[in-house]
């Protein structure tokens, strides 16, 4: 089962950026019946840190980081031959609407201490995600944005 958070989104969000507007995609995925040795495989081949992990409906159901195949495998000396997606994706799913404003996600973030957002719409389907790494490349935008709302107490970039 998936956690999804939405809020509605007031007057101020609504002139803000969305997770829509600086997500990443297309997203890397896998089953739960892929091998880790193939989850490597496609972190290294796609040079991503994550793969989203979807059911036979091709909806995300976990992910699996390099932190958790470090945490859960190579710490432990378990065999990589021999463990599947599904034995160590972290679950549940934490997911964002893609109408979210980019501050709300942020403190989501920061809340569920999360690194990733895995972007749903409203059928559970996958576009994208969102990373601090996102965030981070967009804060001089952010920035800019709070010192002309600040300065003029109106930014008309937004609307």
């Given at each position: 089962?998936?956690?999804v958070y939405?809020?509605?989104?007031?007057e101020?969000e609504?002139?803000?950026?969305?997770?829509r507007?600086?997500?990443s995609?297309?997203v890397?995925?896998a089953?739960?019946?892929t091998?880790?040795?193939?989850i490597a495989?496609l972190?290294k081949?796609?040079?991503?840190?994550?793969?989203v992990?979807?059911?036979?409906?091709?909806?995300?159901?976990g992910?699996?980081?390099e932190?958790?195949i470090?945490?859960?495998?190579v710490?432990t000396k378990?065999n990589?031959?021999?463990?599947k997606a599904?034995?160590i994706?972290?679950?549940p799913?934490?997911?964002?609407?893609?109408?979210?404003?980019l501050?709300?996600?942020a403190?989501?973030?920061?809340?569920?201490?999360?690194?990733?957002?895995?972007?749903?719409?409203?059928?559970r389907k996958l576009?994208?995600?969102?990373?601090?790494?996102?965030?981070?490349?967009n804060?001089?935008?952010?920035?800019?944005?709070?010192?002309?709302v600040i300065?003029t107490?109106?930014?008309?970039?937004l609307?």
């Amino acid at each position: 089962m998936q956690e999804v958070y939405e809020k509605p989104l007031t007057e101020s969000e609504a002139r803000s950026l969305t997770v829509r507007d600086i997500m990443s995609y297309p997203v890397v995925t896998a089953k739960d019946k892929t091998s880790i040795r193939e989850i490597a495989k496609l972190m290294k081949k796609h040079n991503v840190d994550a793969v989203v992990i979807t059911d036979k409906t091709s909806v995300p159901v976990g992910i699996i980081t390099e932190g958790d195949i470090v945490r859960r495998l190579v710490s432990t000396k378990r065999n990589l031959w021999f463990v599947k997606a599904g034995h160590i994706m972290s679950k549940p799913l934490i997911t964002v609407s893609r109408d979210m404003s980019l501050e709300e996600a942020a403190r989501f973030m920061a809340e569920k201490k999360v690194k990733k957002l895995c972007v749903v719409d409203e059928s559970r389907k996958l576009l994208g995600m969102l990373t601090t790494e996102d965030i981070t490349k967009n804060a001089g935008y952010l920035i800019n944005v709070l010192e002309e709302v600040i300065h003029t107490g109106y930014y008309a970039g937004l609307l």
